[in-house]
């Protein structure tokens, strides 16, 4: 059973960087066909796609996000990470990680991150 | 960016009735990358449909999606106790961008 798991930070200041780490268990990151991916949501709001890092290790983020957004992989650890630079209170929110291989099918439990001083 | 709308923002029923949810993409997505979502509260997304009419594995066959081009459809034939959720529609091609929708909540009368 493929299993995510996100780790980091519950509280980031405004202007740092909020970096978190999904570990995934069950599954290889490097396996072929899979994107491993980031989500977010507001409070009592929807759901907003961060970005994805795929099998081949390219990477792609929401335009939205103004390129703030870095994420890695660690195939060694079978776990990939998410950085978001410059935070502000608007980046308040629950992140998933999750994989996307006929949709988004294995999500972690999410982690609420909270940005303020 | 392709924009996901989906429509009732919420629907009112009871247990047992037929629910039917809609997706309008704001340009053609084709049918292989349009997915559903059933989320509760404090929960994570659960996927109900991929490609935009197969059932995710374990997902019971009154949940059925229907539509290609901009056009989608979730539709629950007779609502169970716990179907009342938050559905979500998303869109996994993109190229390379992915979007979802705005959710709706069915909530019971």
Aim: proline share 5%; hydrophobic share 30%; charged share 15%.
């Amino acid at each position: 059973q493929v299993q995510l798991q996100e780790s980091g930070p519950g509280l980031v200041k405004p202007s740092e960087t909020l970096s978190l780490t999904c570990s995934v268990s069950g599954d290889s990151i490097s396996s072929g066909g899979y994107y491993w991916s980031w989500i977010r949501q507001y409070p009592g709001k929807g759901l907003e796609w961060i970005g994805y890092i795929s099998y081949r290790g390219s990477t792609y983020s929401n335009p939205s996000l103004k390129g703030r957004v870095t994420i890695s992989s660690y195939m060694s650890m079978n776990q990939f990470s998410l950085k978001l630079r410059s935070v502000t209170a608007a980046d308040t929110a629950v992140y998933f990680c999750a994989r996307r291989g006929s949709g988004l099918d294995y999500w972690g439990q999410g982690t609420l991150v909270t940005v303020s001083s | 960016e392709i924009v996901l709308t989906q429509s009732p923002g919420t629907l009112s029923l009871s247990p047992g009735e037929r629910a039917t949810l809609s997706c309008r993409a704001s340009q053609n997505i084709g049918s292989a990358f349009l997915g559903w979502y059933q989320q509760k509260p404090g929960q994570a997304p659960r996927l109900l449909i991929y490609g935009a009419s197969t059932r995710a594995t374990g997902i019971p066959d009154r949940f059925s999606g229907s539509g290609s081009g901009t056009d989608f459809t979730l539709t629950i034939t007779r609502l169970e106790p716990e179907d009342f959720a938050v559905y979500y529609c998303q869109q996994y091609d993109g190229s390379p961008s992915w979007t979802f929708g705005q959710g709706t909540k069915v909530e019971i009368k």
